[in-house]
């Protein structure tokens, strides 16, 4: 190592160095660009660039060893021959290009720079065998060998290195050890050498002088920078058009994503409507069904009972048998015209003619009057109605028939499904907000899953329930639109086999009066 550093500084012009040094930086970054350049192309426009980058390595490397020749200081003059020194700039370039297509083919990379560190070790003792001076060269093999090792081992580490980083940092480092294995091969070669002046040895054949190979160089450097410019333009004209054409292919694929969402959002409504079109199917036939059974039971009744007045299968109409048909018939009317009313309801709602005849309502006597309606199913079916209301209750602005409207349809359903001993609790409090009235049975429940579907129109939890129990599906929906005309609530929870909460909800807003108790509460 100090024998090549004396080498260096005691035997070159360091200012000529400097030049050798920078001269083969810059060949080595425009050789490594093109090969990084060649990695993105295929077929023949790879072989082009990579053949290229094989003429500016050797070039540089060529240029760089007789730079480095010129500052040698020998004490004597020296001349080149030509054919040797031709043959080593050719090599030079030869190798190189085979090396740089090794590296980025199907071998290892390391071969590649195997032989590029190959072609700066040729290029160097073919062009040492060039020189022609009135002197002995004596050989340290030794150095030789280190040369030779330095420049091979360098340059596959740095190809081997560069392949698999495949990134431009990876190819800046790759430039860099280029650089060194030129550098250190070439003054490691340098020292391996001494020249012993012997003015009987003769300079013949065809030479070159200092000066001319000073012109060769320059030519070989203009070279180098003229390649490196016409990459760098090439670089920027690919870099233009790939960025037009990036930018073309995003605005496609942007449209193309905006067709698939429009796509999806398209065949997502459509599998919507036709849900929607299916259930309202399925309502349908639930609804024609319930309706059917609703609507001929009590006709027959009153068809029947009529008929057997009308024939006075009992004598005449006095006897006491034709009062309880009138009372079946008064009580089968009454119930086709609840349904029809119920209907009506939804169909005016729906419409948008459904209005509120508001006037002021005492809570807790609509409460009451709703309870008695229904107090005789309730005994009938063995049930106990618990009425608990707070005393606290205000008076409210409200449509007094379509309150009890809702109420008795959440009681009636109630009644409905609540078995023999049971009991239903009507529990209303004045909220902070609202007015809440819940209805509380203990009948046989609904499912969690079951329970959207029993707050939709016509909606049926279980065929087998709407033979069982009477009725069309028709209470919840309207009680719960009734609700939302006052801008309330109506919700439901339940459990199977435990019971039934249905809860509805006023704002506070629509109180007028608050009792005595309530306002000293507050």
């Not at 959002?265 to 069904?289: G, M, P, W, Y």
């Not at 299968?313 to 119920?342: C, M, P, Q, W």
């Not at 005994?379 to 209301?389: E, I, K, N, W």
Request: net charge neutral; hydrophobic share 50%.
């Amino acid at each position: 190592m100090f024998r090549v550093l004396g080498c260096i500084f005691e035997q070159h012009d360091l200012r000529l160095v400097v030049v050798a040094g920078l001269l083969c930086a810059f060949a080595c970054a425009t050789a490594m660009s093109m090969i990084w350049r060649a990695q993105a192309t295929q077929g023949m426009t790879r072989h082009v660039w990579l053949a290229a980058a094989g003429v500016v390595a050797g070039c540089g490397i060529w240029g760089t060893h007789f730079v480095a020749m010129l500052a040698y200081q020998s004490g004597f003059p020296v001349a080149y021959d030509v054919g040797l020194t031709v043959l080593s700039a050719v090599i030079a370039m030869t190798m190189c290009g085979v090396g740089f297509i090794v590296a980025v083919s199907r071998f290892p990379s390391a071969w590649g720079g195997a032989i590029t560190g190959a072609a700066i070790g040729t290029m160097h003792y073919v062009g040492m065998a060039a020189v022609r001076a009135p002197a002995d060269a004596i050989w340290d093999w030794r150095y030789v060998l280190a040369s030779a090792v330095i420049g091979i081992g360098m340059m596959a580490w740095g190809m081997r290195y560069t392949q698999r980083k495949g990134t431009p940092a990876g190819y800046a480092v790759g430039a860099l050890v280029f650089t060194l294995a030129i550098v250190l091969m070439h003054f490691t070669g340098m020292t391996a050498v001494i020249y012993n002046f012997n003015p009987t040895v003769a300079v013949d054949g065809v030479v070159v002088a200092p000066g001319i190979l000073a012109v060769a160089i320059t030519a070989s450097a203009v070279l180098i920078v003229a390649l490196g410019l016409i990459g760098a333009m090439l670089d920027s004209h690919l870099a233009h058009r790939e960025k037009s054409e990036a930018e073309r292919l995003r605005a496609h694929i942007v449209e193309l994503e905006a067709t698939k969402h429009q796509l999806e959002d398209t065949t997502h409504n459509l599998l919507v409507a036709r849900d929607a079109a299916d259930a309202a199917n399925r309502a349908k036939s639930s609804f024609l069904a319930a309706m059917s059974h609703e609507l001929r039971t009590p006709l027959n009744a009153v068809i029947g009972f009529s008929e057997m007045m009308k024939t006075q299968v009992f004598g005449a109409l006095g006897h006491k048998r034709y009062a309880e048909y009138a009372n079946d018939i008064h009580a089968s009317g009454t119930h086709l015209l609840s349904l029809i009313n119920d209907i009506l309801d939804l169909s005016r709602i729906d419409a948008g003619e459904g209005t509120l005849m508001e006037e002021v309502v005492d809570l807790q006597e609509a409460i009451a009057q709703s309870l008695r309606m229904v107090a005789g199913q309730a005994q009938q079916g063995g049930l106990v109605l618990v009425s608990d209301v707070s005393p606290l209750l205000p008076l409210i602005r409200a449509d007094k028939r379509r309150l009890k409207q809702a109420l008795i349809n959440l009681l009636g359903n109630a009644v409905k499904f609540t078995p023999e001993g049971g009991t239903i609790t009507v529990r209303a409090r004045l909220d902070t907000s609202v007015i809440a009235i819940a209805v509380i049975d203990t009948g046989i429940g609904i499912a969690s899953q079951d329970i959207p579907r029993a707050l939709e129109r016509f909606g049926q939890v279980d065929s087998s329930l709407a033979r069982k129990y009477e009725g069309t599906g028709l209470g919840l929906p309207l009680a719960k639109q009734l609700m939302e005309m006052h801008g309330g609530s109506l919700t439901l929870e339940s459990t199977v086999n435990v019971g039934t909460t249905v809860t509805i909800t006023m704002p506070l807003s629509r109180a007028i009066v608050m009792p005595p108790q309530a306002t000293q509460a507050a």
